[in-house]
Structure formats: C-alpha cells, structure tokens
C-alpha cells in the first residue's frame, strides 16, 4: 500500500548537495503533514523532518525539508559518508484512514 | 527518557499466531499515538496500525485488518500487536513508534522484533 513515490537511490560526493523527492496524492501529502526518516543500516528509523520543515532538536541545519502541493523534497547538504543510510517519506492519508511511507530512497556518497 | 522495548517476534508457521509486545517507559501511552510499522527483509517502511493516546481512534492497514489487533494495557503501559492467521507475506521486522503530535511525526522507535512466518 505504499503509494508515496520515492527515487531508489541518489548518490552524490563528500560535501556536495542531494535532493530526495516524495510524490504522493491530494489526500496525502496534499492535505497532511509530511515527514523524513534515516535509516542508518541494522538500525531502527530516526525521525529527521516533522511537519514538513521542522527538524527535532539534534538534527543539523544541513537536512532541510519542503512541500509544495502533493510533493515533498528532502535536500541533504555538505554531504558525509555518515549520511549514508535509507531516506523514508511518511504521511497520513485522510481518504484512507492509513498512514504511508514511501519505498525508501538510499543514499550513497560517493 | 524515552524508551520502547519490543519483544514476541519469532517463527511461526502460515496461519499460525503471535502476539508482540511493546513497553514504554518515559512517558504514558495515553498521552501518544502509538502505531506499528514493519519492515520485510530488503524492503521499505510499511505502517501497519495506530492506536491513539485517548483510544478515541484504531485504524489498520489493508493487509492487515481483520488479522491483526492493536491494543494496549494502561497498568503496565504496554502496547500489544495480535496477529492472526499470519502469512508468509507478513514476515518482517516489526518496530513500535511513537507518535509525539499526531502529525505522523514518529519521534521514538523500539530496536524491532523479527517475526519469520514460514514452514
């Protein structure tokens, strides 16, 4: 049931900027709050963006996130090999009484 | 601090039951939203149920609804998963989150518990 769109993979060099996207519906994305997950490997998800631009108290300035209408965007600067890991999108979906993530998004850096 | 700890996962075959576990400490889960969210080996995120804080709403997700029942009990402040006539599909770890604003926002996970359904 996941119907939140997500690239498999981007990949980017030490230092430079990477653009996750998150498409999903006018009943997701389109009328709730979305957020960004990281997942480091063999390790639970890690709450990195809330309420689509808040990012808890920890998480540096360099994830910022977007939305604009059903799509979402996390953009990644000063990119570390400690940000390779698996990105998720998540959002309420209001039609279907269901929450949803997308398929994940991994990162590599270069 | 914060903590969930899960626990129940383990080897079962098709049509069998498990029921999974979650512990909170830190807080009370009547305050939060609490939902289960799973992970097949390889695969992306996949929310599975939700209870909120004041039990005023339950909701699952196809896959899963009328096999699985989210639950909880206040006196130990433990969330529970009921699954039912499990399928090998359902093979996954399984995480317990915490939801801090209803937004969606899981701000708390518990290290997951592997449930193998297979023969």
């Known amino acids: 049931q996941s119907v939140l769109t997500q690239p498999p993979s981007v990949s980017a060099a030490p230092g430079q900027k990477v653009t996750i996207s998150c498409s999903g519906s006018?009943?997701?994305?389109?009328?709730?709050?979305v957020s960004w997950f990281q997942q480091l490997p063999g390790t639970a998800p890690k709450l990195l963006i809330y309420?689509?631009?808040k990012r808890p108290s920890g998480i540096p300035d360099r994830f910022s996130g977007s939305k604009s209408g059903t799509s979402a965007t996390l953009d990644i600067i000063g990119l570390q090999t400690g940000d390779e890991a698996d990105y998720h999108c998540?959002?309420?979906?209001?039609?279907?009484?269901?929450?949803?993530f997308g398929g994940g998004t991994k990162l590599t850096v270069l | 601090e914060v903590q969930l700890l899960e626990s129940g996962g383990g080897l079962v075959q098709p049509g069998g039951s498990l029921r999974l576990s979650c512990v909170a400490s830190?807080?009370?889960?009547?305050?939060?939203?609490m939902s289960w969210v799973r992970q097949a080996p390889g695969k992306g995120l996949e929310w599975v149920s939700v209870?909120?804080?004041?039990?005023?709403?339950?909701h699952y997700a196809d896959s899963v609804k009328d096999r699985f029942t989210i639950s909880r009990d206040i006196s130990k402040n433990t969330l529970y998963l009921q699954m039912n006539t499990l399928r090998v599909e359902d093979t996954a770890v399984y995480y317990c989150?915490?939801?801090?604003?209803?937004?969606?926002?899981?701000?708390?996970w518990g290290q997951g518990t592997l449930v193998t359904v297979s023969s």
């Open positions: 989150a915490r939801e801090k604003w209803r937004t969606f926002d899981f701000d708390s």
């Open positions: 830190g807080f009370m889960v009547t305050s939060h939203a």
């Open positions: 209870l909120s804080g004041s039990a005023d709403y339950i």
């Open positions: 006018s009943s997701n994305i389109g009328r709730n709050y």
């Open positions: 309420e689509n631009n």
């Open positions: 998540g959002a309420w979906d209001s039609s279907l009484s269901v929450g949803m």
